[in-house]
T-cell receptor, first 113, second 111 residues
């Protein structure tokens, strides 16, 4: 069974804090993704990584950075959290080549106060 | 910029009825995926469509892909309450593995 595990289910952080969201997958997937999900806006891609140390900006990268030092781990970093980054964050992973679906973690609901 | 548009955004339908959800996208792609999300849960995969004319069926759901029209459909046959969920389509941008999602269709099936 594919497993994508996000380090926290719920997080509450203060404005201006540096926040780390961690994601680990156990299926040796090349691709990893970070999305945020907001009501009425669907899932919006923040960053995409197709290999270790390789990344591509998604549609809404501002205010975020990522790190992928190992194949199984993809971290999302909020450099200085703001209230408009309060959201549900979803991590996903997939094999390269697109022949199979991406698998999702359980999500992290982040509240910035 | 790639746009992936789903309609309708919200669908309330009676049990036993049929309906279709549409997913239009604005770029070249041969790969499209459908997902289901239950309230408070994450996304689970429903269908993987990998070529023009692809059709997949599972129970009361059938998905198809027309890459020339840049359109995928998710057809619901004889809806039941258990199908109530939010359905997302996702497109692989230029077949690069980068996935862009639609806004989702929230489906409610009532007796």
């Amino acid at each position: 069974d594919v497993k994508v595990t996000q380090s926290s289910r719920y997080l509450v952080k203060r404005t201006g804090e540096k926040v780390f969201l961690e994601c680990v997958q156990d299926m040796d997937h090349e691709n990893m993704f970070w999305y945020r999900q907001d009501p009425g806006l669907g899932l919006r891609l923040i960053y995409f990584s197709y290999d270790v140390k390789m990344k591509e900006k998604g549609d809404i990268p501002e205010g975020y950075s990522v790190s992928r030092e190992k194949k199984e781990r993809f971290s999302l970093i909020l450099e200085s959290a703001s209230t408009n980054q309060t959201s549900m964050y979803l991590c996903a992973s997939s094999f390269e080549g697109g022949l199979a679906e991406a698998f999702f973690g359980q999500g992290t609901r982040l509240t910035v106060v | 910029e790639l746009k992936v548009e789903q309609n309708p955004l919200f669908l309330s339908m009676q049990e036993g009825k049929n309906y279709t959800i549409y997913c239009n996208y604005s770029t070249t792609s041969d790969r499209l995926y459908w997902y289901r999300q239950d309230p408070g849960k994450s996304l689970e995969s429903l269908f993987v469509l990998l070529s023009n004319g692809a059709v997949k069926q599972e129970g009361r759901l059938m998905a198809s892909l027309d890459t020339k029209a840049r359109l995928s459909t998710l057809h619901i046959t004889a809806a039941v309450h258990d199908l109530s969920a939010t359905y997302f389509c996702a497109v692989d941008v230029f077949n690069t593995d980068k996935l862009i999602f639609g806004t989702g269709t929230r489906l409610q099936v009532f007796p």
